[in-house]
């Protein structure tokens, strides 16, 4: 049986039922339905209603699990009101069924909780939005598979030919219609009077109402039905609805079906199972190695685009060109190349810079972002991942308007993201360590938690986060192997579980492996921002001494190259970058130094003698004598023509070597022409002029206006700063203990002014639900009174913005025009002009 208790004065309404709960009750029905409570209402007859409106009710329906979806189903089609005893029965069906019995409480209870059930266990009441929903009818099948019932089915039907189907079934005939549906109701819900009705028919016409049991009910019948077909219309056993159309009546169903509304209750939740088991250290060893990654790849890509990125389409978002480059600059592919660069954007470390020409370029917090130290900048990712509602997946989809979706444009937010990653990693919690979970168990964990609308598995979207979600936490490090590593745990703020899977050997696909199986009870929230930054800091002190700690040094060697046997410090790696191109990456990175490269770090003001003392500083080995060679000869001619802006210019001491420039042919595109023995102009701009120099193998410097080497420094160009997105919620924001608490105090309040009883007034009798009117004098007089005796009053009041309310207030004080008073609808003392007060009136003797 459920928990409640019929109470001693059933509630006539779903108000009154509000009206008998404590705070904590109203508490989990505000948190569970935040619509509920934008705006607070104004008392609890207002959040009855509201609770009501259809689409509160389906948004409700639809956050139900899958048994709580098959009570209120059931309900549906029982009668109004129901007992505990008929909606077991329908559940259970006739044989019973210990899973049912044992988990029908806690779904009714849910029920309850959220206002769509009311009434004790003697008196169940689903409330009118969710049976028009739930019920079935020939526009809207129910789930249930159920049609209409006798008295429904028949209700167009003559009088007469009501007569005949009682009579054909064996039964009495009677006086009116009424008995006769009664009659045959009566029948068709006693099961051994049923079976021997049916133990008659004919074997094909058993098969006819086999076909029909399970749904749809609804069949197609000639004009002439065959002879299976006439005997179970002439007993009532199927019934016309339209012509050419009958219907199997729901009593008669519910016989065939032994008393079960669905054919498949599904009480206890799908068992996540183990599809592989691995030691806790080798998943976290694992994880960890991927953490490290995560931030070192976002670093790649936003350094690629230092020097300004790819530009923003017109609709937004990037090109499909742009994402092709970047998953090759980054050596993976395109969707994933879209999960780091979303990534990016949703930690706040790419964004547009909003100039005319719009680009993507770094933001200013992603220079502070490189300064923390790699557990923290892991943590930064993780964090923004796990909270953000933009969904990289979708990345290369179309829109419902069948328009492309691009990596940071448009349409990629779904509010579902947020919840669906927290609960994907939250299963994975609930495994024992080192347990990785098979990917259909969880998607058909979630399904239960959560039915999908769609009834295709490809539109359904909570599947195909929850899939994007294992993929992407392997990516980003919080998982390893599959399994939830430490780290991860505690960035969902989770203890360790116990008990640890085995330290030995990791088991292979012929071994028999557990079955995790999770109480039926609500999903966890997921954790609010403060919570979510403490879990946060506490996930980075658990990955911080799984990191490999920074390397101050590399190894030179004679074939222009330097090897990295691990990660680099923040200034090596950055000095290395610009000296350097990365030649190829993995446990070790090696660098390559060019011709190239090493002007690159001329540009940036390093001068030889520094780039010699840096690699002697740097190196386990000895600088190669190549590599000095190639330093001294590119410094030799680095910066020996000077480029300036006329359009632009180039002078140099050596009159030669310009004469050698306008000899080669190649610098005709250029177009110089010499204005002084020493300078060269041309009507191409600086920077082209110095790539045109570059590409005939010279290496210009450029210069300012006032004759200076202008230092081209890398990492140089930065968006203006920016915030990261926000999160789009899916209605209401949860409520928080604060609000929660606010608002059950002004409902309870208003709930207080709306129905305490009042004394009538010879002038302006008080009539339910208007406000009091009274004069001004009187009003003023009855306000005065008050203050001498303490007595509580109620009042009719109009804001400054003409909005009317009802208060129940005990006066203090009376002068000037106003009136203080402590206002029982706001729980605070208030002050309050009279002249906004539309008419006061006593309360009742027992009422504050």
Known sequence: MSDEKPAASAPRSLAESLRARDDASLAVLLRSRPDLITPVPTDLTQLATRAGTRASVVRALERLDRFAQQTAQALAVAGDPATYAELLGLTAGDAGDPAVSAALPRALGTLREQALVWGGDDQLRLVRTARELLAPSAQHPSPTGLGPTVREATAGMSPGRIQELVTTAGLPSTHDSVSAVASLTALFTDRERMAALLDGAPA??????????????????????????????????????????????????????????????????????????????????????????????VEELLKDWDEGGPNVLRAGGLSVRDLKRTAVALDVSEPVAAFWVELAYA?????????????????????????????????????????????????????????????LGPGLDRSAAPEVRHRVLTLLAGLPEGAAPSTESVLARLRWERPPRAPQPEDDL???????????????????????????????????????????????????????HHHPTAPPAPLSAAEQATATAAACRVLAPLLPEPLDHVLLQADLTAVAPGPLRRPLADTLGVLADVESKGGATVYR??????????????????????LATHSRTPVPQPLTYLIDDVARRHGHLRVGAASA??????????????????????????????????????????EGLRAMGYAPAAESAEGDVLISRADSYRTPPRTAPEPVPEGPPAPDAALLSAAIRAIRAGDLASTAPRKPAASAPGTGGELPRTGSAETLATMQAAVLTGEALWIGYVNAEGAASQRVIAPIRVEGGFVTAYDHTADEVRTYPLHRITGVAELADDQP
């Open 204 to 297: 094909d016409a058993l098969d006819v109402l086999n076909r029909l049991v399970w749904g749809p009910p609804y069949g197609q019948v000639t004009a002439d039905p065959a002879p299976r077909l006439r005997w179970l219309l002439d007993r009532g056993l199927l019934l016309p609805t339209t012509p050419g159309t009958v219907v199997l009546p729901r009593e008669v169903a519910l016989h065939l079906r032994a008393g079960r509304a669905h054919r498949a209750p599904e009480p206890v939740p799908p068992a996540v199972e183990v599809a592989a088991a691995h030691p806790p250290r080798v998943v976290d060893a694992t994880a960890a190695a991927q953490a490290y990654t995560a931030p070192a790849t």
């Open 347 to 407: 930690a706040g470390l790419l964004a547009s810079d909003g100039e005319a020409d719009e680009r993507y370029a770094a933001t200013p917090a992603y220079d502070e972002w490189l300064e923390r130290p790699a557990a923290e900048r892991w943590g930064h990712l993780a964090q923004a991942w796990l909270t953000a509602t933009r969904t990289a997946g979708l990345v290369g989809g179309r829109d419902a308007k069948d328009r492309a979706l691009s990596a």
């Open 462 to 516: 909570r599947a195909r986060i929850a899939q994007w979600t294992l993929s992407e936490a392997e990516l980003l490090g919080v998982t390893g192997r599959g399994a939830l590593s430490a780290h991860g745990r505690a960035l969902l703020g989770a203890p360790p579980t116990k008990p640890r899977a085995e330290e030995t050997e990791p088991t292979g696909p012929g071994d028999k492996l557990p079955v995790h």
């Open 593 to 614: 130094f060019t011709p190239a490269s090493v002007r690159r770090a001329l540009d940036a003001g390093r001068t030889a003698a520094d780039l010699h003392a840096f």
């Open 649 to 690: 210019y180039v002078r140099c001491d050596d009159d030669a070597l310009l004469n050698e420039i306008l000899a080669d042919k190649r610098s005709a595109a250029l177009r110089l022409r010499r204005l002084a023995p020493t300078v060269l102009a041309t009507p191409a701009e600086p920077a082209a002029l110095l």
